[in-house]
C-alpha cells in the first residue's frame, strides 16, 4: 500500500485521486487557521514557491479536531489563507485525523508512523497538552496537534515524519533531499 493507493476530497467536493500525484514528492499537512502554528502557512508557501518546479506538492488537509481551531467552512479557510498566506497549494475539504470518523488517508498515515516528539521550548508545552488528551501519547501514531507533515517520497511511500514543533529549516531540508 503507498499513498497512491487513496482518494481524497476537494474542497469543491470533488474526488480527487492522489495517484493523480504520481512522481512527485508530497508533503502532507494537517492545518487550522486558528493555532498558534498557523503562520508556518508562510514557511509552507515559501517551500512550495522554491520547489513546485522541482516536483513537490504541498497537499493541505483543514482540521478542527485540536481545539476547534479550524471553525469556518472551506471556502472561509480558503479564502483566510490564500488572503492572508498567499496560499497556492492544494487545499482539500476539512477532516478528522484521528478516531472513528478520521479518512482512510490519515489511517494509513497514523497506522504507518510513530510519533516522533516535540522539539524544542514549544516541545514542553505541546508535551503537556498531548498528555491530557493521551496519556500513552508518546506510543501511538495518532496526530498530536495541527500542522503535523508527513513526507512521501516520488514512488508514493511515507518517508518522513515531522511534529508541528520541528523547525521548518529542518523540514525543509529534508524534502530537499527528494527532489
Known amino acids: 500500500m ?7 476530497t476537494a474542497q469543491d467536493g470533488s474526488e480527487v485521486s ?20 498557523t503562520p508556518q502557512y508562510s514557511d509552507l508557501q515559501d517551500l512550495y514557491d522554491e520547489h513546485e518546479k522541482d516536483g513537490l506538492e504541498i497537499l493541505d488537509f483543514p482540521c478542527n479536531q485540536f481545539g476547534e481551531q479550524a471553525p469556518g467552512s472551506d471556502e472561509e479557510i480558503h479564502t483566510f489563507c490564500s488572503g492572508r498566506f498567499g496560499i497556492t497549494f492544494p487545499q482539500f475539504t476539512k477532516i478528522d485525523v484521528n478516531g472513528e470518523n478520521a479518512i482512510p488517508l490519515y489511517k494509513w498515515l497514523t497506522s504507518s508512523t510513530r510519533f516522533e516528539g516535540f522539539d524544542g521550548a514549544m516541545g514542553l508545552v505541546m508535551s503537556g497538552v498531548a498528555k491530557k488528551m493521551d496519556k500513552d501519547y508518546k506510543k501511538n501514531g495518532n496526530i498530536k496537534w495541527n500542522f ?27 524534502v530537499e533531499k527528494y527532489l
Open 2 to 8: 503507498n499513498v497512491y493507493d487513496f482518494t481524497v
Open 18 to 37: 492522489l495517484a493523480d500525484y504520481k512522481g512527485k514528492v508530497l508533503l502532507i499537512v494537517n492545518t487550522a487557521t486558528g493555532c498558534g502554528f
Open 148 to 174: 503535523t507533515k508527513f513526507l512521501i517520497d516520488r514512488e508514493g511511500n511515507i518517508v518522513a515524519r515531522f511534529e508541528p514543533t520541528r523547525d521548518m529549516k529542518k523540514v525543509k531540508a529534508e
